[in-house]
């Protein structure tokens, strides 16, 4: 986001901020979440997760209907046109829809009783033990307090940041000014956020204490649909680049827009527990800059040297959780493979680019100099490259455990290697093996994890 775009800066704000930033970001007072607790298994739940999970149960039902009919058309079947016309799943997108519709109203209403009573029609039940014994619905404001200075009676109340974003809007004037930013432009950061999370569950999905990668992108008022459409697609393409698979992504738009936004959707990836959000991209209009002027009596303004006046930018943001985006990577990475030979391996199908070493070194055995050969081609790589070095047990155990640990390339020292300066490379996906000279191995590694390799193909 930063080094390939000429208008996009990279700045570290501060995760304790004045309080009177999160008055006026409105996280104070409107960043809850609706929380019910069952009275029998004494567990606490978020409410509007509790019906969006009853939905996804739905979802899967249709999503069977597809693979049923798929297998009976065979070739002939077209997706589109069955999603559109097929009167089970229609009525199953409706009843979707209806029930995310009211729950987007009656949380933008404040009206927790009708929350509480859609989990009791549709017979909701606790996921763990299945009482349907609910509590009344409540809500929690998810910032994380403390405070700051000395004696408990001078002391002032200030929160973990819950977002990075905010500090890319108090900092917006001062990044503008030194960095002489021209509207449109961006300001991106990755930084830890803290919430307390009502119920933090799915392994790394879901965090107290996580990473996000932020950019708040000031555009010119009135341009803001244009640059929220391109930012989708834009974010959309980073995402397929990494060849993930383009069926495990997909876009949600909100029904229910944040205080703040003028419009948003959700990049949403198909997690071993289903399609979750990944990332969001939303259009905040000029609400965060004029509320930051309004609590600080500062301007956060932009003079516009063509329009020859100065107006509040509007914002269109991107963010995604760096953890969350790390258990999209792993875990659709991490696969069991059946071998021709019928045995099974487990390997990480990790992006090159982000494996976390590139290559092993391998000498085939233990003695007559290969280790040495070795060694010496592990020090000219280290400078470009993380590589590891590996002597233990047979080669097939070696190239096993790279695989395990994703490692691209396995780089073999044999004693044909004494003799003509040439080694085997071995490739984790198709675990094809080549004789190559040591000369070459830099190139043929850089091309595969270069982040050019990997960008050039967006
Ligand atoms: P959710 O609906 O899952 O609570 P959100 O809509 O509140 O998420 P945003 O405020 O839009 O999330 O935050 C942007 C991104 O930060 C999310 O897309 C997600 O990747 C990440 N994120 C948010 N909350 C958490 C968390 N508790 N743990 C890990 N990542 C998180």
Known sequence: MVQMHENIVGIDASILMHPTTWKASGHVDAFNDPLIDNKDSKKRYRADVLIEDYCAKIETKIEKEVKKAAKRFGEAFNKEEFLTTNARVLGYQEKINTILNRLGKSLENEDLADVKKLIEELEIADPLTGSKNWTDVKQFNLMFGTQLGASADSAMKVYLRPETAQGIFVNFLNVQKTGRMKIPFGIAQTGKAFRNEIVARQFIFRMREFEQMEMQFFVKPGTQQEWYQKWKETRLKWHLSLGMGADNYR????????????????????????????????????????????????????????????????????????DRMFLAVFSNSLQEEELENGTTRTVLKIPSVLAPTKAAILPLVKKDGLPDVARKIVEDLKWDFNVSYDEKDAV???????????????????????????????????????????????????????????????
């Open 251 to 322: 876009f949600h738009d909100h029904e229910k827009l944040a205080h703040y936004a003028d419009a948003a959707a959700d990049i949403e990836f198909k997690f071993p527990f289903g399609f979750k959000e990944l990332e969001g991209i939303h259009s905040r209009t000029d609400f965060d800059l004029k509320a930051h002027e309004e609590f600080s009596g500062k301007k956060l303004q932009y003079f516009d040297h063509e329009e020859n006046k100065n107006y509040v930018p509007y914002v269109v943001e991107t963010s995604i959780g760096l």
């Open 396 to 458: 097939g155990r070696r190239y096993r455990r790279q695989d395990a640990a994703g490692t691209p390339f396995c780089i073999t020292v044999d004693h044909d290697t004494l003799q003509d300066n040439t080694v085997t490379i071995r490739h984790r996906d198709t675990m094809e093996q080549k004789r190559v000279n040591v000369q070459d191995l830099k190139k043929i590694i850089f091309e595969e994890v270069a982040v050019k390799s990997w960008l050039m193909k967006m």
